[in-house]
């Protein structure tokens, strides 16, 4: 069985830092690249942040750069990001994917609000 469980949201104020964990079980880990995604309320799921598999390549949507660093632990089968100067427009629910040619699998999703 397949899980990705994410954790680590919550609530910070603006300017403030998260980092979102992804926990993986179920398949060879470091064979899957790994992505965040994020979706706020009434917009489009958006692709934050990409890993390679083996960790030597990352892309970052334009929003994000500079700002968000996504990490991964082949050892520990979890993915991470590290998010920081956050803003209010980063609100949104955040989920991970697992991706290995046509096959993916996602996260159930945790929620960070930057607010004051």
């Known amino acids: 069985q397949v899980q990705l469980v994410e954790s680590g949201g919550g609530l910070v104020q603006p300017g403030g830092s998260l980092r979102l964990s992804c926990e993986v079980a179920g398949i060879t880990f470091s064979r899957y690249a790994m992505s965040w995604y994020r979706q706020a309320p009434g917009k489009e799921r958006e692709l934050v942040a990409v890993?390679?598999?083996?960790?030597?390549?990352?892309n970052y949507a334009d929003s994000v750069k500079g700002r968000f660093t996504i990490s991964r632990d082949n050892a520990k089968n979890t993915a991470y990001m590290q998010m920081n100067s956050l803003k209010p427009e980063d609100t949104a629910v955040y989920y991970c994917?697992?991706?290995?040619?046509?096959?993916?699998?996602w996260g159930q999703g945790t929620q960070v609000t930057v607010s004051s």
């Open positions: 890993i390679t598999s083996a960790g030597g390549s990352t």
């Open positions: 994917k697992a991706r290995y040619g046509w096959i993916a699998y």
